[in-house]
């Protein structure tokens, strides 16, 4: 029945905290509407600011001032609040910029691929760890796979989107003139209005294009004008090509082809945080299980030193012991007070920094600032580990790591930069074609006249430009005056030393990343090597510690025994309750170290993620399906 309850009452509380659960994954915020739509360019997109929110998991684990905690708990919250897997999800958006960038011929701005490696062990705290530090993706000693090329030489991208001008005047001049024949006067006044707008479009293969339309309204004081007021209208296409230096998509889709490989390298990036911090969790998961076992073993042992006490005084109280037995005994029982203490206290720091690791606030959080932390499960040591050839684990780490594709990855995107510096070495060739129609309309001054000097008749203005702005947009269509031209520009560096650098350094750059990259192959060799060895040595010390304890419990049953018939001595009790209480120890230490040496060799062969069922989809989205844990039924 009170199984039935407790079951009943966790299901209220999941229910109750399930809107707490925030949404984890970043996004831009795009306005919406007709009006917004076309003011969207020209506003900024708000990214979805952080919320620190912890999920409804954690609240629901908690009963009785304790956070009862399994592994796959453990490794849950850490998906869902854990602030370095958050901050690693801002990295593929901000890819997502960068591609959109250069989609735009806009120049790579480079993206973060650097993890965050989190401490979670009481012991490397004491030595002088850090909660988080910030480290570039690589692996063992193959040196960092992290950063993006950023193509800073080579030729120039041409700016993709469109661009719209308007270009608009108005003003008025008086100007004296120093021969009165031209214009009919000393001094002219002139009014003129002028608008010219136009459209310029760049393409991906290095072709621009320039369509522009000009309108000039002028109107002058000079009577010898045939037209005034008049109009003077222009509509030109200009299209322009390089043919060597800038020619080719290779070279002016390197950006975007760079972008994209920055992409999925920041998606994998994202994976080996993942790793990285699930990793470090379920190794402080098992400082925290063999802590609390070390607790016990502690008190175990002042157990003995106090019975031992206790057995000495009443002897002395009957005189069949000395009293120095009995300070014997009294220390020997502070000194495992101590040993407790600190045992103690080791567990408060593992707990605090487990804290810090699963929720958003940390011990600030105040669900959780007091609790003390429960692991639920236990260290399982096999008793023989599977056999599998070296050589086969090996070929997994290459295929699983994700250092490896994103080596590969960046490897590629230093080749797909090296087009822009070859094709920088090139003398500049380009070709222009422009097209024009030419307008002219207005008013005409005068009529058919009779010169009374010469009796020559002078006839008016031609009445083809009478008119306005419809006479001569009508030109313009008709192309009654139609201008052509044919152009080409060709730039030769005599010396071209810039350029030839250039291209030295970006080969030499790609030279030494294949090095890196097989560097990189060659740790990880060694890591899963080492990882292995680890294993194996971890398997024969837990062998070799469990073999240890038992002994040691013989002896000291031999001892008591041999004491309690007059045969040994206080001190040789004494003796053989701290060798069992450092056997007990030495064991869990063992336990211990066989667990993160498992975990450190699941995480040297990339398969963390398998191993503890980990879907990346839910590690994406902060929010992992499975259910949390029954909790155990209090009494």
């Known amino acids: 029945m009170r199984s039935l309850q407790s079951g009943i009452a966790l299901l209220c509380v999941t229910l109750l905290l399930a809107p707490m659960a925030v949404a984890q994954v970043p996004t831009v915020q795009k306005s919406s509407g007709f009006l917004k739509g076309l003011t969207h360019p020209y506003s900024w997109d708000e990214v979805t600011p952080v919320s620190f929110g912890n999920s409804s998991r954690l609240d629901a684990l908690v009963r009785a001032g304790n956070l009862y905690l399994s592994l796959q708990d453990a490794i849950a919250l850490a998906l869902e609040n854990n602030l370095d897997i958050q901050m690693q999800r801002y990295a593929p958006l901000n890819a997502q910029a960068s591609l959109l960038r250069a989609q735009a011929g806009g120049p790579l701005r480079g993206v973060e691929t650097t993890i965050s490696t989190l401490t979670t062990s009481a012991l490397s705290q004491i030595t002088g760890g850090t909660g988080t530090q910030r480290s570039n993706v690589g692996g063992g000693g193959g040196g960092s796979t992290g950063g993006t090329i950023i193509t800073a030489t080579g030729t120039s991208i041409p700016s993709l989107d469109p661009s719209f001008y308007i270009v608009g005047s108005a003003g008025h001049a008086t100007s004296p003139m120093t021969n009165s ?27 621009n294009i320039d369509f522009g339309w000009e309108n000039l309204r002028a109107q002058s004081s000079s009577p010898r004008s045939d037209f005034n007021p008049f109009i003077d209208a222009n509509a030109r296409l200009t299209i322009s090509q390089p043919l060597l230096r800038g020619f080719g998509l290779a070279v002016n889709t390197r950006n975007i082809r760079i972008a994209k490989n920055s992409m999925k390298v920041t998606d994998l990036g994202f994976k080996q ?9 379920i190794a402080g998961y098992w400082d925290l299980v063999s802590y609390n076992e070390n607790v016990r073993v502690r008190q175990q042992a002042l157990t003995l030193a106090q019975k031992l006490y206790d057995d000495n005084r009443k002897q002395v109280e009957i005189g069949t012991l000395a009293p120095i037995e009995i300070v014997r005994a009294e220390a020997e029982v502070a000194s495992a007070q101590q040993a407790l203490v600190n045992a103690e206290t080791q567990v408060l720091q593992q707990e605090n920094l487990m804290k810090n690791a699963l929720s958003r606030t940390g011990i600030a959080s105040p669900t959780i600032s007091e609790v003390r932390i429960i692991p639920t499960d236990r260290i399982r040591v096999p008793e023989q580990e599977p056999i599998v050839p070296v050589q086969d684990l090996m070929a997994q ?65 031609d009445p083809f430009f009478q ?9 313009l269509f008709r192309r009654n005056f139609p201008d052509y031209s ?34 990189l192959v060659n740790g990880i060799r060694v890591d899963v090597r080492n990882a292995l060895t680890g294993l194996q040595q971890a398997s024969a010390a837990h062998s070799a510690a469990v073999k240890a304890r038992v002994l040691q419990e013989q002896n000291l049953d031999a001892e008591q025994k041999k004491y309690q018939l007059g045969a040994s001595t206080v001190f040789l009790v004494i003796q053989a309750q701290r060798d069992l209480a450092t056997a007990r120890s030495q064991e869990v230490a063992a336990e211990s170290q066989y667990a993160k040496a498992k975990v450190n060799l699941d995480q040297m062969l990339g398969r963390t993620l398998d191993v503890n069922n980990i879907s990346i989809d839910e590690a994406v989205k902060g929010k992992v399906a499975a259910a949390p844990s029954a909790l155990p039924v209090i009494q």
């Open 273 to 281: 945080q993942v790793i990285s911090t699930v990793s470090a969790v």
């Open 181 to 207: 024949f031209t214009v009919g006067s000393n001094y002219i006044v002139s009014n003129n209005r002028n608008l010219n707008y136009g459209l310029t479009k760049s393409f991906i293969t290095g072709t």
């Open 467 to 475: 008119g306005g702005w419809g006479t001569a947009i009508g030109q």
């Open 397 to 461: 780490a290459l295929q699983s790591r994700v250092e490896v594709e994103q080596a590969r990855l960046n490897l590629e995107s230093s080749k797909i930069g090296l087009a822009g510096s070859r094709s920088q070495l090139l003398p500049s060739l380009g070709v222009q074609a422009s097209f024009a129609n030419n307008a002219l309309a207005g008013v005409p001054t005068r009529g058919t006249i009779v010169d009374p000097t010469t009796n020559i008749i002078v006839p008016g203005p």
């Open 486 to 519: 044919v152009a080409f520009s060709l730039n030769i560096p005599l010396r071209n030393r810039s350029a030839k650098a250039d291209i030295i350094m970006d080969q030499v750059s790609l030279r030494r990343a294949e090095i890196q990259q097989q560097q």
